[in-house]
């Protein structure tokens, strides 16, 4: 059986500058460099299922110009279905400007542009692409109410959702019940939850407080220590592994792709996690977003240590 996964949300050209550290409000920088690489949390997520080994279909909206052609090119090239892919007539592309420091560190501002006019009616639309899929990956780069009803097709369909509730925002109980797998960094977890994540003790409070909003299952992804897992069974960290971070941007995305993609394959759930810890461990050892989304042989070969 294929794993087909479908992805829905944002698409993004990113405008990259590498800098010493991160400028203050009011301050000038000199002396970065300038980089554009393709993003999004959405495609980051579709390219990482992709270069994983899933068979990815994208729903998104993109502008009719270059950023969204050569978003698309880029797409076709990772084998990704892109036949539900929108060109938008009045909106342009996404756009995010993103400064990363030395350490790793980043900031980011995004242009929402097209992904901010992906509809209900969109993924209404694309209900056929539902049936038979093994899980619908999303994030928040859309509307709220886009991912609300492409939850509502995908338990219609009996097709696992995993939420990445990124950027942080309240979610309503609707939402949440509706998620199988969410997976919050600590902001977004301390954001759903109100417990400041510190440690694994706090990790696992906030995890416990996600059950009881309905969630079955929350991934906390907690940078180089992993992710704290809790359902009904399981209550633990899967460790990450040790790499020289470059750069920390898309992690949680190429997190999330390949987790999709283990867990499609029928792996269980703490092997998917080490899978996905490996698959975002190697994307923060490279500089951009999509750029930096591992092959699944090269998630094979770090997993087997
Ligand atoms: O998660 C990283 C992504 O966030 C970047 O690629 C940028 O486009 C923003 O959407």
Redesign the pocket.
Known sequence: MPNRILVIG?S?T?MIIQLDRLPRPGETILGGEFVT?A???G??QAVAAARAGGQVTFIARVGQDMFGNQAIAGFRRDGIDVSLVVRDRQAPS?V?L?FVAKDGENC?A?ASGANGRLSPADVRKAKPAFAGASAVVMQL?TPLETVLAAAELAAKAHVPVILNP?PAQPLPAKLLSRVSILTPNETEADLLTGVKVTDDATAAQAAAKLLQLGVQTAILTLGARGAFVASAEVRQLVPGFKVKPVDT??A??VFNGALAVALGEGRPLLDAVRFANAAAAISVTRLG??PSAPKRREIERLVRG
Do not use: L, P, Y
Request: charged fraction near 20%; avoid cysteine.
């Open positions: 944002s993004n990113d690489a993003g999004g949390k495609a980051n996404g995010a993103i980011i995004v780069e990124a941007v898309a949680g995305d977003a999509q």
